[in-house]
């Protein structure tokens, strides 16, 4: 794939490559609460899984993951709406303990893609291999979690200089390790005190922990694959984005993906009738407690001319 850009003057897509031991830390925070997931099942076959840690998996999935969904993508990607300094950096925080990389690194990623969307310079299209089954097929494996093993490292300067360039965001993205610690460790501390039990705590850490980072991962990551390849194209755009409904209550409301590809700037992606936007209805309430401001909310006329060209 290439890492830079034709046109005259511009930045190059990526900035630097990892090295070895930043490869080696990678890895490991993408496959162990891997591993944990397909030990799930049989685990949960008589040994450890109890209604606290359902309780706990539940609560930390459902904060990292509008971390991610509110925080790291509509608002910090898209600026779908707008906010003061709290809110924004809880969101940056939020996002963070999903396990899914740095807000600066996230943002400059999604960026990058809705740039190069399908094309080539698209971190993570499953279309940049070709249309036959071998091709599709590894490119399903690249856009799901393939691409995040690779070494080069998106250019923060020209994707996210907003970013960069905010002094609070900056500390959050540097205290990246903090905020991974905490979404293991919190887990398992409230398993431990709220059983008052050192088994409790064990318990918690695995399901609350490393099973409910590696759930949330697929998830998210499901977007990135399936969701460019399988679903309904209701609106025009420019790449193969579809809207995947089986994922719409697990994802926040992140695979009506043809919806946000038409419009990405809207702080609501189900936007037709019985389309679930969890994700959207907690913006509409930070707008009604009046800590989000300018909220882009979808327009029935750029709806009506984005289905005509789809037609």
Wanted: hydrophobic share 50%.
């Amino acid at each position: 794939m290439s890492t830079t850009d034709v046109r005259a003057g511009a930045k190059p897509l990526v900035s630097h490559s990892r090295s070895t031991g930043q490869m080696i830390v990678l890895k490991a925070f993408l496959l162990i609460p891997f591993a944990a997931l397909v030990l799930a099942l049989p685990l949960a076959w008589g040994w450890g899984l109890n209604w606290l840690d359902l309780v706990l998996a539940a609560v930390f999935y459902v904060v990292a993951t509008l971390g991610v969904t509110v925080g790291y993508h509509r608002y910090f990607t898209h600026g779908a709406f707008k906010s003061g300094r709290v809110l924004r950096v809880a969101l940056a925080i939020a996002g963070s303990m999903a396990v899914q990389g740095s807000v600066i690194f996230w943002v400059a990623s999604h960026r990058r893609h809705h740039a190069f969307a399908d094309r080539e310079g698209d971190p993570h299209s499953p279309w940049l291999f070709g249309t036959s089954p071998m091709a599709l097929t590894r490119g399903f494996w690249h856009a799901h979690m393939g691409w995040m093993f690779q070494r080069e490292v998106t250019n923060y300067d020209r994707f996210a200089p907003d970013l960069v360039a905010d002094n609070d965001l900056r500390v959050v993205n540097r205290y990246f390790w903090l905020w991974i610690t905490l979404s293991l460790a919190l887990p398992a501390l409230l398993g431990g005190l709220l059983s008052w039990s050192w088994w409790g705590a064990v318990t918690a850490f695995f399901w609350a922990g490393l099973v409910r980072i590696a759930f949330l991962h697929h998830v998210t990551w499901s977007v990135n694959s399936i969701c460019h390849m399988v679903g309904d194209r209701p609106f025009a755009s420019r790449d193969k984005a579809a809207n995947f409904w089986p994922l719409a209550i697990l994802s926040m409301g992140e695979s009506w993906h043809n919806s946000h590809h038409a419009d990405p700037t809207c702080a609501r992606h189900g936007v037709l009738r019985g389309q679930v936007d969890v994700s959207a209805r907690v913006i509409w309430m930070f707008e009604k407690l009046r800590w989000a401001r300018d909220v882009r909310w979808p327009r029935a006329e750029r709806l009506a001319a984005k289905r005509a060209k789809a037609a």
